[in-house]
């Protein structure tokens, strides 16, 4: 089993940045492919960015590409999305999650993922 916790929400002006961190609990972190999910209220849940368990592919949504960056570090079996030039729009709660060794294409469903935090709410006001 894998247990994510997301960290790193709140209230920013547009225009900020913030910076959402994803922590991992369980077996083998380094097998795992990891996605940022977002879903605003009303609205379906929609893929934000991944990244593959390699680390060597990344996959953007079309809407953050540019101003959202996901790395990883997996010696502190962690994922994190830095987030900058915020809009109101990407007011919504975000979520961490993770499936085994799945392409960069394969993570941008979430049909795909096996594994889910909670989620942390991002507030942008202008």
């Known amino acids: 089993q894998v247990q994510l916790v997301e960290s790193g929400g709140g209230l920013v002006q547009a225009g900020g940045s913030l910076r959402l961190s994803c922590a991992a609990s369980g077996r083998s972190f380094s097998d795992l492919s990891m996605a940022w999910f977002r879903q605003a209220p009303g609205k379906e849940r929609q893929f934000v960015a991944g990244i593959t368990w390699t680390g060597i592919s990344k996959s953007y949504g079309d809407s953050v590409e540019g101003r959202f960056t996901m790395s990883r570090d997996n010696a502190k079996n962690s994922v994190y999305l830095e987030m900058n030039s915020l809009r109101p729009e990407d007011t919504a709660v975000y979520y961490c999650?993770?499936?085994?060794?799945?392409?960069?294409?394969?993570?941008?469903?979430?049909?795909?993922?096996?594994?889910w935090g909670k989620g942390t709410l991002i507030t942008v006001y202008s």
């Open positions: 999650a993770a499936t085994w060794k799945t392409t960069s294409q394969g993570i941008q469903s979430t049909g795909n993922m096996d594994y």
